[in-house]
């Protein structure tokens, strides 16, 4: 603890470095998959050949894919892209899989309401289905961003930046408390993260909230 | 491509299997670390996710509980459990299970509270007892889930315990992190392509059993594909509970194991 506190300049710099290597394969693995995932729900073989690629793309272990990307794509063996690279692989991986199955949450009658009043079926699709399926959504984005955090850390083994680099100095200068204090970091981050995407949902989903509220009124008529 | 044909030799060359730095025994330790730490986890979180699944008390627990374990990165609390009780398997197991407990809980939990309520009061009605009603009734609906989040850990575990040999811990990622440190890159590979296949290997065995575990003749129909569905589907089941009831109106239970 003393470690961290009398070393918050350095905490701060690996932070930024740390949700860099983190959240940008995020954003890169929403862009992919959300328009993938919607245009695979409705078609089985697509649907299922994707769910397959996916599976075996997870199986890869994180530290093995930072090591062979440089020989399959052109970085350099050491690099930061490798990183970012390997982790939008295995949140594509999660989220191609996760979008279909929050699609098919939309309740089919609400699907039919949009198409009777009109909806066609890309306007239907960005209007009315993906912001319904944006809950089951957000639990599966939540689960990527703290697993990525975690994960990132172990790219220090290979000489790969952000937190991580705690344990690794902290474990060749035989120092627990830096250790420690990685630890702590990273884990408060992780919630940090965790935290901010559950209410970014919340504010994207106020009728979740009214709905709740509205329930049992509507059980009490029936 | 050279590093991969350099790779591919070494592994294939029998020399380089034996002896106690060879790839057998890499491949034997890297088992025991997978298999300990898998066993443990299994022994903390199947029991709790049982409990909790039959009584539907703490779910609150296991949410917050699913998600602080993930967050606590395994590299930190391995290192420091060398630096704290030295060489060993204790490290590596606790640091392990770390990545183990989530989903085996998530999965027991989500399996026996999404048992169709029809069929636990059935059991109720007909004078089991209430550990009966578990034993004999939830668990085997629950196998599917149950096993599916066996797979998720096993699959996580076996990964992982690759960083067992940064604290000169053995398994395979010995290969790797000698093969960066002495800038041999085929070797590195020899390493990655090895904790692939062995996670490969390991993880079809597993969903063999999941698709074999599925009660009643529908299992035929789908085979499982579950990754961090299940950990998902607790999550969201908790927070909008239509989807996992329509999961379950569905009556296939291999459903929710996030095919």
Same mark, same amino acid.
């Given at each position: 603890?003393?470690?961290?506190?009398?070393?918050?300049?350095?905490a701060w710099?690996l932070t930024v470095i740390h949700l860099r290597l983190s959240l940008i394969p995020i954003v890169l693995g929403l /862009?992919? +998959? &959300? $328009?993938?995932?919607?245009?695979?729900?409705? @078609?089985?073989?697509?649907?299922?050949?994707?769910?397959?690629?996916?599976?075996?793309?997870?199986?890869?272990?994180?530290?093995?894919?930072?090591?062979?990307?440089?020989?399959?794509?052109?970085?350099?063996?050491?690099?930061?892209?490798?990183v970012i690279?390997?982790l939008t692989?295995y949140t594509?991986?999660l989220l191609?899989?996760a979008?279909?199955?929050? /699609?098919? +949450? &939309? $309740?089919?009658?609400?699907?039919?309401?949009? @198409?009777?009043?009109?909806?066609?079926?890309?306007?239907?699709?960005?209007?009315?289905?993906?912001?319904?399926?944006i809950?089951?959504l957000i639990a599966s984005l939540r689960v990527v961003a703290v697993t990525n955090i975690s994960m990132v850390s172990v790219g220090?083994?290979?000489?790969?930046?952000g937190l991580g680099?705690?344990?690794?100095?902290?474990?060749?200068?035989?120092?627990?408390?830096?250790?420690?204090?990685g630890i702590i970091a990273i884990f408060v981050l992780a919630i940090v993260i965790d935290t901010l995407i559950m209410f970014g949902g919340r504010l994207l989903?106020?009728?979740?909230?009214?709905?709740?509220?509205?329930?049992?009124?509507?059980?009490?008529?029936? | 491509?050279?590093?991969?044909?350099?790779?591919?030799?070494?592994?294939?060359?029998?020399?380089?299997?034996?002896?106690?730095?060879?790839?057998?025994?890499?491949?034997?330790?890297?088992?025991?670390?997978?298999?300990?730490?898998?066993?443990?986890?299994?022994?903390?979180?199947?029991?709790?996710?049982?409990?909790?699944?039959?009584?539907?008390?703490?779910?609150?627990?296991?949410v917050t509980?699913v998600n602080a374990l993930r967050a606590l990165p395994?590299?930190g609390?391995?290192?420091?459990?060398?630096?704290?009780?030295?060489?060993?398997?204790?490290?590596?197991?606790?640091?392990?299970?770390?990545?183990?407990?989530p989903?085996?809980?998530?999965?027991?939990?989500?399996?026996?509270?999404?048992?169709?309520?029809?069929?636990?009061?059935?059991?109720?009605?007909?004078?089991?007892?209430?550990?009966?009603?578990?034993?004999?009734?939830?668990?085997?609906?629950?196998?599917?889930?149950?096993?599916?989040?066996?797979?998720?850990?096993?699959?996580?575990?076996?990964?992982?315990?690759?960083?067992?040999?940064?604290?000169?811990?053995?398994?395979?990622?010995?290969?790797?992190?000698?093969?960066?440190?002495?800038?041999?890159?085929?070797?590195?590979?020899?390493?990655?392509?090895?904790?692939?296949?062995?996670?490969?290997?390991?993880?079809?065995?597993?969903?063999?059993?999941?698709?074999?575990?599925?009660?009643?003749?529908?299992?035929?129909?789908?085979?499982?594909?579950?990754?961090l569905?299940?950990e998902v589907?607790?999550e969201?089941?908790?927070?909008?509970?239509?989807?996992?009831?329509?999961?379950?109106?569905?009556?296939?239970?291999?459903?929710?194991?996030?095919?």
């Amino acid at each position: 603890m003393r470690y961290l506190l009398s070393h918050l300049d350095d905490a701060w710099a690996l932070t930024v470095i740390h949700l860099r290597l983190s959240l940008i394969p995020i954003v890169l693995g929403l /862009l992919i +998959a &959300v $328009p993938l995932g919607a245009l695979i729900q409705r @078609t089985t073989t697509l649907r299922r050949l994707t769910t397959i690629t996916a599976s075996i793309i997870f199986t890869i272990p994180s530290l093995a894919l930072f090591v062979v990307l440089p020989l399959i794509i052109p970085t350099r063996i050491l690099d930061e892209a490798n990183v970012i690279v390997a982790l939008t692989l295995y949140t594509t991986a999660l989220l191609v899989r996760a979008v279909p199955e929050a /699609l098919d +949450a &939309v $309740p089919e009658p609400v699907r039919d309401a949009a @198409t009777a009043v009109g909806y066609k079926p890309l306007v239907r699709m960005l209007k009315v289905e993906l912001p319904l399926s944006i809950p089951v959504l957000i639990a599966s984005l939540r689960v990527v961003a703290v697993t990525n955090i975690s994960m990132v850390s172990v790219g220090s083994v290979i000489g790969i930046g952000g937190l991580g680099t705690w344990f690794t100095e902290g474990y060749q200068s035989d120092k627990s408390d830096q250790i420690i204090a990685g630890i702590i970091a990273i884990f408060v981050l992780a919630i940090v993260i965790d935290t901010l995407i559950m209410f970014g949902g919340r504010l994207l989903t106020p009728w979740t909230r009214a709905s709740r509220i509205g329930r049992p009124k509507v059980k009490a008529a029936a | 491509m050279n590093f991969l044909q350099q790779a591919l030799s070494y592994i294939f060359t029998a020399a380089n299997w034996g002896g106690p730095a060879g790839l057998a025994a890499r491949i034997a330790e890297h088992l025991q670390y997978t298999v300990v730490a898998v066993l443990v986890s299994v022994l903390v979180a199947v029991p709790i996710g049982m409990l909790i699944g039959h009584t539907g008390r703490g779910t609150f627990l296991v949410v917050t509980g699913v998600n602080a374990l993930r967050a606590l990165p395994t590299l930190g609390v391995l290192l420091l459990g060398v630096l704290l009780w030295g060489l060993g398997l204790v490290p590596p197991t606790v640091a392990l299970m770390l990545l183990g407990i989530p989903p085996l809980l998530a999965g027991t939990y989500a399996g026996i509270a999404n048992v169709d309520r029809a069929v636990v009061d059935a059991a109720r009605s007909m004078g089991m007892t209430e550990s009966r009603v578990l034993l004999r009734v939830e668990v085997p609906n629950a196998m599917p889930l149950i096993l599916g989040g066996l797979r998720t850990a096993t699959l996580q575990i076996v990964a992982t315990a690759t960083v067992a040999a940064y604290a000169s811990l053995g398994g395979l990622g010995r290969y790797l992190i000698d093969g960066i440190k002495v800038r041999q890159f085929y070797l590195a590979l020899v390493g990655a392509l090895m904790v692939t296949a062995l996670a490969l290997i390991l993880d079809a065995a597993l969903a063999f059993a999941v698709w074999a575990s599925v009660p009643g003749t529908g299992r035929l129909r789908r085979m499982p594909q579950p990754l961090l569905g299940d950990e998902v589907v607790l999550e969201s089941g908790s927070r909008s509970q239509r989807t996992s009831v329509a999961r379950y109106e569905g009556g296939d239970p291999s459903l929710t194991v996030g095919g």
